[in-house]
């Protein structure tokens, strides 16, 4: 016969074994859904992301996809960089909604280093928090935004030919 102490002791053991198998199946719960939030939320930039490649593959006939780029101005366009069949490094613009698709060679203007480079010198930015490609007013830029020192948001869009600026948005 077991005494009250062993009985105790047995059911202090079960209970701390209920307790790490209930906490072990909350970190678990916990991390599935987090996981699941983000591929939900992650679903419509990976689709954009695969037509867009499709896209340039087909007719762009881009071999090694590499960097993906979201452009959101008056328009949305979306850009994927690699290169092609002869190995040149080229940049596909496909619109969102339609119409013509643009492939540049990179070496044709400014990459996303030199863009960086030239606002980070131009500008001193706090932090660079994006540079994409894009279309405005029917020529290609780069978009770059960034926080100032005064921690605001602001808008710069460079030629990608030429480097000068577009439109500046400040203080945002």
């Known amino acids: 016969m077991q005494s009250r102490r062993e009985v105790q002791r047995?059911?202090?053991?079960?209970?701390?074994?209920?307790?790490?198998?209930?906490?072990?199946?909350?970190?678990?719960?916990?991390?599935?859904?987090?996981?699941?939030i983000f591929a939900v939320s992650n679903q419509p930039r990976a689709e954009a992301k695969r037509q867009a490649t499709q896209m340039a593959e087909k007719y762009a006939h881009l071999?090694?996809?590499?960097?993906?780029?979201?452009?959101?101005?008056e328009s949305t366009f979306y850009t994927?960089?690699?290169?092609?069949?002869?190995?040149?490094?080229i940049m596909v613009i496909v619109p969102q909604?339609?119409?013509?698709?643009r492939v540049l060679k990179q070496n044709a203007g400014l990459s996303a280093q030199q863009v960086r480079a030239m606002t980070s010198r131009n500008r001193r930015p706090a932090e660079i928090l994006k540079v994409a490609p894009g279309v405005f007013n029917d020529k290609t830029v780069w978009e770059v935004t960034y926080?100032?020192?005064?921690?605001?948001?602001?808008?710069?869009?460079?030629?990608?030919?030429?480097?000068?600026?577009?439109?500046?948005i400040n203080n945002l």
């Open 147 to 168: 926080r100032n020192k005064k921690g605001n948001l602001c808008y710069d869009l460079i030629n990608f030919k030429t480097g000068h600026y577009v439109q500046e």
């Open 10 to 36: 047995a059911h202090d053991r079960g209970s701390a074994l209920r307790t790490l198998r209930n906490i072990i199946i909350a970190i678990l719960l916990v991390l599935l859904l987090g996981w699941s």
């Open 63 to 73: 071999q090694h996809p590499q960097h993906f780029y979201i452009y959101n101005r």
């Open 80 to 89: 994927v960089t690699g290169k092609n069949r002869s190995g040149q490094p």
């Open 97 to 101: 909604k339609g119409g013509n698709i």
